[in-house]
């Protein structure tokens, strides 16, 4: 069985500080892990992926995530937070054979001015 | 860019009736899938569905759903007998592909909100 965990229910930075919302997933094989932020009333929008290769993945507005297979982690990262990253994240993981994507609980960021 | 869309964005329905939730996923997509978001919960993997097959399901989705691809760009989720615990945020998503050596992400729609009173 595949699992995703945000230990972090909440992660509250002010406006330019360095951003990390953490993630650990469990899963037989090697994971696909991926990034994605909701914003109030919409859906689930993509951030980034790692699939193979660096373990240092870039994506959207400024956001990279970090690979660690020792530690199953998958943390997403961002040097500078920005008011407007404010929103919920969710980490999530798929197995090599599977259809379906696990979801984490979720973590709400905050960025205060 | 190309948008997931989903129809309506709020249902409102009395427990016991039928609804069907409206999706029209990405045109070159060829996975689709239904989530699920109870208030305050995780997001929930319903189904994904490749084709004209269902090829995955979780326990949720029990003999009370079906999912249809009537024609060429509309994937729906019909729920049979609504029950108070459906009432939940209803996403439907899309991928481009999907296979052992690719891993497209998936591309989510707003969501339906579904309310059985």
């Known amino acids: 069985a595949q699992s995703v965990a945000q230990p972090e229910d909440q992660v509250n930075v002010a406006e330019g500080n360095p951003l990390t919302v953490k993630c650990t997933y469990s899963?037989?094989?090697?994971?696909?892990l991926f990034w994605y932020v909701q914003y109030p009333n919409r859906g689930l929008q993509f951030l980034l992926k790692?699939?193979?290769?660096?373990?240092l993945v870039k994506g959207s507005y400024g956001f990279e995530a970090e690979f660690n297979k020792s530690q199953t982690s998958f943390h997403l990262k961002k040097p500078s937070a920005l008011v407007s990253d404010s929103a919920l994240y969710f980490c999530?993981?798929?197995?090599?054979?599977?259809?379906?994507?696990?979801f984490g609980a979720g973590t709400t960021v905050t960025v205060r001015a | 860019e190309p948008e997931v869309t989903q129809t309506p964005s709020h249902q409102v329905t009395q427990m016991g009736q039928e609804v069907i939730l409206r999706c029209v996923p990405i045109?070159?997509?060829?996975?689709f899938y239904w989530y699920r978001q109870i208030l305050g919960q995780k997001v929930e993997f319903l189904v994904s569905?490749?084709?004209?097959?269902?090829?995955?399901k979780s326990e949720i989705f029990d003999d009370q759903f079906s999912v249809e691809r009537p024609d060429g760009s509309n994937f729906t989720l019909k729920i049979r007998s609504t029950k108070l615990e459906d009432s939940a945020m209803y996403f439907c998503?899309?991928?481009?592909?999907?296979?052992?050596?690719?891993?497209?992400?998936?591309?989510f729609g707003n969501g339906t909100r579904l309310t059985v009173t």
């Open positions: 998503a899309s991928s481009e592909r999907q296979g052992r050596s690719e891993n497209s992400p998936l591309h």
């Open positions: 899963v037989s094989g090697n994971p696909y």
């Open positions: 790692y699939i193979t290769g660096d373990n």
């Open positions: 999530a993981v798929r197995g090599f054979n599977d259809y379906k994507l696990s």
């Open positions: 045109s070159n997509h060829l996975y």
């Open positions: 569905f490749y084709n004209n097959e269902i090829s995955e």
